[in-house]
């Protein structure tokens, strides 16, 4: 879910020479091509478009090949993964070489460590971006409702909550690594 810790988990994988494919880049990517403004509400509206026009599993589909390339070369870290389409779509496509990490987070947590998040402007991928909690929760029902987001949280390999720290987390993420 936004604001459990994904990216900082992902930020480990990075450290240690993984590759990196975020799945949420691609809404970013096609908001920048149109020319649209980067806010909470055109990230919906193009996500949605995205899995109308490309189905729920539209993110792992569109990213398949940003992968295969990737994995020649190294390990991959996907940060992203919303769909049980996606995880499936993933998981034909590679197998057991497919783990999961499922980032618990409480909502409360989540929706503290958004509101009071600082944004850089510099990040040109939106990648650790503020929001209010009534934009997180709106977020939340959103996926929950509408791309079979408890899939793959119930089918993850591994299961961390980070209700602590950030180094708490990433020491976390460094013993499963």
């Known amino acids: 879910m936004c604001g459990s810790g994904k990216s900082t988990a992902a930020d480990v994988f990075l450290e240690a020479g993984w590759a990196y494919i975020r799945f949420g880049q691609v809404t970013i990517d096609k908001l920048n091509e149109n020319g649209e403004e980067i806010n ?8 949605e478009s995205l899995r109308q026009k490309y189905g729920i599993g539209a993110f792992a589909r569109l990213s398949i090949s940003a992968i295969e390339k990737a994995w020649l070369e190294k390990h991959v870290i996907i940060d992203g ?9 993933l998981k034909d ?22 509101e009071t998040r600082e944004h ?38 591994y299961t961390v909550s980070n209700e602590s720290s950030n180094e708490e987390l990433k020491k976390q993420i460094r013993n499963l690594l």
């Open 40 to 47: 909470p509400e055109n990230e919906k509206r193009m996500r």
């Open 93 to 114: 496509k590679f197998g057991d070489s497919l783990k999961v990490i499922a980032i618990y987070t409480s909502h409360a947590t989540r929706y503290q460590r958004l």
């Open 120 to 157: 850089d402007e510099s990040d040109t991928s939106h990648r650790m971006r503020k929001l209010t909690a009534a934009e997180a929760k709106n977020r939340d029902y959103s996926e929950i409702e509408n791309i079979e987001k408890g899939g793959p949280i119930a089918m993850a390999d």
């Open 81 to 89: 993964l919303y769909s049980w389409t996606e995880y499936t779509t």
